[in-house]
């Protein structure tokens, strides 16, 4: 395939409101779609809303001179699979 990207993040997020949380992801990215094809490091803000197992995501990828010549806004929804309990004192 063409124009494919690969990337590892790892990220946090605070609940502002109930079902709302904002955050920030870092990632490390490399992708040929640019101009200088090579592997970069980027912190990436997110919103997210949550209603049931599912969460909408939205996460800006902000122009970085040579290595991203544009802004990009992407979306994706991620499923609970589980839901994790805190642990007994």
Known sequence: ???QAKYFSLGYLVRIVHQFRIGINAGIYSSETFQNPSTFFVPVPIVSYTFGPFT?????YPKYSDF???HILGFYATIRIFEGKAAKK
Not at 56 to 60: D, K, Q
């Open 1 to 3: 395939m063409e124009n």
């Open 68 to 70: 991203v010549p544009y």
């Open 56 to 60: 909408a995501n939205t996460v800006y």
